[in-house]
């Protein structure tokens, strides 16, 4: 419960609305507790009918017939305004309550989004995607079950409850308790028999979930599983998930057969109760025939209440629990702040003065003694093997991580002492791993900047060389990227992802292994469009493979975590180390697949 409190800050937000919601709610159940009234009257006004006609006098009870008759009709008009009152309040209840319940639902998605928004790379690296869709989407809604439904049924309940009860001791206070006696029991019984249902819908929501994974992974390694012939060991072992499903599910039928049942034995041993001791007073005269049919109406009307609170109960457990994942997950702090707002126009100059890091995750240190500089609108590039440390400066130079120790400045300023925004917007990165979003080819290439015309798209798609394949695509730039459009290859992905850096016009440019995937020929073409849309800008292009149509002003080669040689191109080459064996090795390997 005490999880559920920093809901409060919701309600309050909602507080007038909500209010409105309680009144209905008063309103509702003080017309509906009304209606027995009428209904004990008219049977009273029918029993003393039947006792006042005489046997002998036809005239008499002629003019008592039509009495009555007209009694009785005011009594059915009365209850039926009644009714339509009850009903029309019960009808505004659920619409304030449940839109206040969908509001705050509305309000907690975007808290959350937004700080997920904030959180950095090493909280993503940490926590899985499933997961952290999981909490916006089912946590949430668990609490906005109890911020409507719970609520409104808790706040319904009381004054069901409190009314019902209120007329019934107004009654009799000796019957009232005679009846209240199995109520207890009863609910208690609903929520034993609730929560068994509960845990095995769980247990069997979580085996669907397992067998629909399962399915779908035979399905898209279909090709495995046939090549390898294992489709006999696959349905085994298909089948008996299966049949462990099918057993959970047979025996949550069997706990559910048994609810109504039960609740249907108690619920009318409530009501023998009623009549025998009722009827006892009726004899002896303290009450009448026609409280005793209030009493029963009265009791049918707590039933529902009593019989829901196992269910409230459970939807409150469910909803603290939900809110408990989820305040955890905003108690969450970024590690990297923003601590100005100070915009900077980024000129290009990058600097790294003996920067050291360890990712915070795993312990390693990717980076060690890093110091270098690059002039503005210089080209340069860094070569190195699979984990000596290069994306990580292209990593650490986006702010994606701050520095173990060490500096990194853009202009002389400590990227830590930009403004995050401002920073991340004015370097064109392409990362290692591109992402292209389930958009058009024209939105993906004009995703960093607002209102793009077509004819800017298409020039910065020319300068990455993706254009001319473009313009083959069913629907050239309007054509839809991912699963429900074309399916991109590797080189064609990494193309459009460089015209996405490009366009931002950016005067530092990292491309990390962007051309990784191309083949040789359309690497040679980028490699000579991309000087030209480059010239002037510092260029950080980070690779495993020498580029020879870039003059770079400087190669670092970096081998574990350190600067192993810098220069230029002639001078490692010259120098006969790493770069130039490297280089030897590349040229060997272009003339035998020439
Ligand atoms: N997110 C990460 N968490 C922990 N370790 C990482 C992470 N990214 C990279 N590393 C480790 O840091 C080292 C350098 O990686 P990286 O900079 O990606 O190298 P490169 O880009 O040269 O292949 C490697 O040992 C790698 O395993
Ligand atoms: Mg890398």
Redesign the pocket.
């Known amino acids: 419960m005490k999880e559920l409190s920093s809901l409060n800050k919701y309600f309050a937000r909602h507080k007038y609305r909500f209010f409105i919601g309680v009144i209905f709610v008063i309103l509702s159940n003080g017309f509906r507790t009304y209606n027995p009234r009428i209904i004990g009257k008219a049977i009273d006004k029918v029993v003393s009918f039947i006792k006042n006609i005489e046997p002998n006098s036809s005239a008499l009870n002629t003019v008592l017939e039509s009495e009555l008759s007209k009694t009785l009709l005011i009594f059915f008009l009365i209850y039926i305004g009644i009714a339509l009152l009850e009903g029309l309040f019960t009808f505004l209840m659920r619409q304030t309550i449940i839109v206040v319940s969908r509001h705050i639902e509305f309000d907690i998605k975007n808290d959350l989004y937004t700080h997920y928004q904030n959180l950095d790379t090493s909280f993503y690296?940490k926590n899985n995607t499933g997961d952290l869709m999981n909490r916006i989407t089912e946590d949430v809604s668990r609490v906005r079950m109890y911020v409507g439904p719970a609520v409104m049924y808790s706040v319904n309940l009381f004054f069901t409850i409190a009314f019902a009860i209120w007329a019934m001791a107004n009654i009799s206070i000796e019957l009232t308790l005679w009846v209240l006696i199995p109520l207890p029991i009863l609910s208690f019984v609903i929520y034993f028999i609730n929560d068994r249902v509960e845990k095995a819908s769980t247990v069997i929501q979580e085996q669907l979930s397992d067998l629909t994974t399962q399915a779908q992974e035979n399905y898209s390694g279909i090709r495995v599983v046939q090549s390898y012939a294992r489709e006999e060991a696959m349905l085994q072992h298909f089948e008996k998930e299966s049949n462990s499903y099918k057993a959970k599910n047979l025996w949550l039928a069997k706990i559910d057969a048994l609810y109504f049942p039960i609740m249907n034995l108690l619920i009318g041993i409530s009501l023998i109760v009623t009549i025998y001791a009722g009827g006892l007073r009726v004899g002896n005269g303290s009450i009448t025939a026609g409280n005793i049919a209030e009493f029963l109406i009265y009791m049918n009307m707590l039933m529902w209440p009593v019989s829901s609170l196992g269910w409230v109960a459970s939807l409150i457990q469910r909803a603290s629990a939900s809110m408990k994942r989820i305040n955890d997950f905003l108690k969450v702090k970024p590690n990297i702040t923003n601590h100005t707002n100070t915009e900077n126009k980024m000129v290009g100059k990058v600097s790294f003065e003996n920067v050291n890091f360890t990712?915070p995750?795993?312990g390693?240190t990717?980076l060690k003694q890093v110091s270098f500089t690059i002039p503005a609108g210089e080209r340069w590039a860094i070569i190195?093997?699979?984990?000596?440390?290069?994306?990580?400066i292209a990593e650490l130079l986006m702010r994606m991580y701050d520095v173990t120790s060490g500096s990194i400045k853009i202009d002389d300023i400590d990227v830590r002492n930009w403004n995050t925004a401002s920073l991340r917007s004015q370097i064109g990165y392409v990362p290692?791993d591109v992402f292209l979003f389930s958009e058009t080819v024209k939105e993906n290439i004009a995703f960093g900047i607002k209102n793009t015309d077509l004819e800017t798209v298409v020039k910065y798609a020319r300068h990455a060389s993706i254009h001319e394949e473009i313009e083959r695509f069913p629907q050239k730039y309007e054509t839809m990227v991912g699963e429900r459009g074309v399916t991109l290859s590797g080189g064609q992905k990494q193309r459009i992802s460089i015209a996405r850096a490009l366009i931002k016009q950016p005067n530092l440019l990292i491309l990390d292994d962007s051309l990784s995937a191309v083949d040789v020929a359309t690497e040679q073409a980028i490699q000579q469009s991309l000087s030209n849309s480059i010239a002037g800008k510092t260029t950080l292009i980070i690779t495993h493979r020498i580029f020879s149509f870039i003059n770079f002003d400087k190669i670092i080669v970096?081998n574990d975590?350190t600067i192993a040689e810098f220069g230029t191109h002639e001078e490692l080459l010259n120098k006969g180390g790493l770069y130039s064996s490297l280089y030897t090795l590349q040229k060997q390997h272009h003339t035998e697949t020439a």
């Open positions: 690296k990712y995750e795993t390693i990717a190195g093997k699979t984990g000596s440390g290069k994306s990580t290692q970096l975590g």
